[in-house]
């Protein structure tokens, strides 16, 4: 059996305040606006490693909602593969105080991402899909969570 790792595994959270979703713009390509969250520690459990990168990135403590979806795939060309697991949550309080992996940070409205005011794909299609954010606000709202 080859214990070589096939991928690794990280939470992202679909932050919710006030009908708003708070994107981060990263440091590291692709250098664009994504959700907060990370890698996983080894053995560590799903919920509370969207927990401590959310808390690690802005300072926020959250309450998660429930899963949106899952992805796999590369972030950028060439890096090793990742199983995304995103979560809906919300946050009542508390100001961002950005981590040094983040340049910048936006509560986005749904018009604004859909009328693609917000950078979530670089130039050569690395980042998040837009549609994917915009299923996670029709998501947000059918949780009853508007």
Known sequence: MNDEL???????????????MLLLRRCEPPCTFVPPGGKLEL??????????????E??????????AHTWF???TTGDQLLLAINYLA???????????EHT?????????????EIDTRDCVGDGYHRDDLLDAFDL???AGET
């Open 6 to 20: 096939t991928h690794r595994v990280a939470a992202a959270a679909y932050l919710f305040r006030d009908r708003k």
């Open 43 to 56: 053995n560590e459990d799903p919920l509370d490693g969207l927990r401590r990168e959310v808390r690690e």
């Open 58 to 67: 802005t300072g926020l403590e959250i309450e998660v909602i429930g899963l």
């Open 73 to 75: 795939g590369r972030i």
């Open 90 to 100: 919300t946050t009542d309080h508390g100001e961002v105080r950005l981590s040094d």
């Open 104 to 116: 910048d940070y936006v509560w986005v409205t749904r018009e604004q991402l859909a009328n693609g």
């Open 140 to 142: 947000f709202e059918q």
